[in-house]
């Protein structure tokens, strides 16, 4: 029953305090039933912190947020599917910078600012543009993100100052959307808010990119791509977030 009781609490709320997480290593048979419920459903259960956490390993699970979801309570009105792309690639970057570009197991740094976010994911759709457009063609149909779409959809905004060009009928700003990201991230506990426009991993976070992020088999290939050519300049600079 104590279980089941842990599952429910982690199927309502996705997460249980001290206590339950005390119970879920201390008793393994709860451990396992937990563990086993979760799999029924295609998720996994974490510790992260002094928190217990369950998230959804596959589209397939009910617990997965669907791009419909996410456009309808996190984006604009009228987002379309390349708003979604474009939210992936800033939070991938996001990761990158907290993680030397995938190259460490471990943050690099404890923080990042909005506006250096901001251009880090401007530096990388640069890089993108430059690739062949044939070659974009093919690497959409190996990792189904449409790369063509996120460029034209980050080019289509104003620029890093917040002057804002008209789309769609609405003003949107690069920075705008960045902040859009950031509330999504703070909502789902994956980023905390640490004031002055700068944000920090949490502990959640940080279990779900050592167990899925560096993994070839949950990427496939996607920060190979995106990382595959460095930017020249500003290479090898300390950030103000660094530790």
């Known amino acids: 029953m104590k279980a089941?009781?842990?599952?429910?609490?982690?199927?309502?709320?996705?997460?249980?305090?001290?206590e339950w997480l005390q119970l879920y290593m201390s008793d393994d048979a709860v451990r396992g039933l937990v563990d086993q419920f979760a799999r029924e459903v295609d998720c996994a259960v974490?510790?992260?912190?002094?928190?217990?956490?369950?998230?959804?390993?596959?589209?397939?699970?009910?617990?997965?947020?669907?791009?419909?979801?996410?456009k309808r309570t996190y984006l604009r009105a009228n987002?379309?599917?390349?708003?979604?792309?474009?939210?992936?690639?800033?939070?991938?970057?996001?990761?990158?910078?907290?993680?030397?570009?995938?190259?460490?197991?471990?943050?690099?740094?404890?923080f990042l600012g909005l506006d250096e976010w901001t251009e880090l994911v401007n530096e990388r759709i640069t890089l993108l543009k430059s690739h062949p457009e044939a070659e974009l063609k093919e690497m959409e149909k190996e990792f189904s993100y449409n790369w063509?779409?996120?460029?034209?959809?980050?080019?289509?905004?104003?620029?890093?100052?917040?002057t804002a060009s008209r789309q769609s009928g609405n003003t949107i700003s690069r920075v705008s959307f960045m902040d859009t990201v950031r509330k999504f991230l703070i909502a789902q506990e994956l980023a905390a808010d640490i004031g002055n426009q700068e944000i920090a991993l949490t502990e959640k976070t940080k279990v779900i990119v050592q167990r899925y992020f560096m993994e070839?088999?949950?990427?496939?290939?996607?920060?190979?791509?995106?990382?595959?050519?460095?930017?020249s300049e500003g290479e090898g600079s300390t950030h103000a977030g660094d530790l």
């Not at 089941?4 to 249980?16: E, G, H, K, P």
């Not at 987002?79 to 800033?90: E, I, K, R, S």
């Not at 063509?148 to 917040?162: F, G, Q």
Request: charged share 20%; with cysteine.
């Open 79 to 110: 987002a379309v599917n390349a708003d979604l792309y474009l939210m992936y690639v800033c939070i991938i970057v996001l990761i990158g910078a907290f993680y030397d570009s995938y190259q460490t197991m471990e943050p690099t740094r404890s």
């Open 46 to 70: 974490l510790i992260a912190g002094e928190q217990l956490y369950m998230i959804p390993e596959t589209r397939l699970s009910p617990f997965h947020i669907s791009n419909e979801t996410l």
């Open 148 to 162: 063509t779409a996120l460029i034209e959809k980050w080019s289509a905004m104003d620029d890093i100052k917040e």
């Open 4 to 18: 089941f009781r842990l599952y429910t609490l982690l199927a309502r709320d996705s997460t249980a305090g001290k």
């Open 216 to 231: 070839l088999e949950y990427n496939r290939g996607i920060l190979e791509f995106l990382y595959q050519f460095g930017v």
